[in-house]
């Protein structure tokens, strides 16, 4: 019923910069708030950054000054950038979105497959 496709993954040097979407597509009413998460080799996925429809955006501490989430309501679409990027920022990053679906019209949590983001040193 609904998609999110993330992009925009790939191998940076440390200091480097990338810019991930997480398009949304599917039976969509509206979308509440997407964000990004992140996980390294374990079991722990940690919340990197998050965003209201109304633009309203957090951050995890380790990601302040160096991140922005940002997004297109038009486009269903979220986007984050990460500048100076360090070693440890080296994840698979996931996108989530709370959708409000047509056909049920009930919210839906929903996660994308996740993109690989490597910061070598």
């Known amino acids: 019923q609904v998609q999110l496709v993330e992009s925009g993954g790939g191998l940076v040097q440390a200091g480097g910069s990338l810019r991930l979407s997480c398009a949304a597509s599917?039976?969509?009413?509206?979308?509440?708030?997407m964000g990004w998460y992140r996980q390294a080799p374990g079991p722990q996925r940690e919340l990197v950054a998050t965003?209201?429809?109304?633009?309203?955006?957090t951050y995890a501490d380790s990601v302040k000054g160096r991140f922005t989430i940002s997004r297109d309501n038009a486009k269903n679409t979220a986007y984050l950038q990460m500048n100076s990027l360090k070693p440890e920022d080296t994840a698979v990053y996931y996108c989530?979105?709370?959708?409000?679906?047509?056909?049920?019209?009930?919210?839906?949590?929903?996660w994308g497959q996740g993109t690989l983001v490597t910061v070598s040193s």
């Open positions: 599917g039976s969509i009413f509206s979308i509440n708030a």
């Open positions: 965003i209201t429809s109304g633009g309203s955006t």
């Open positions: 989530n979105a709370t959708v409000l679906v047509v056909a049920t019209k009930r919210y839906l949590e929903v």
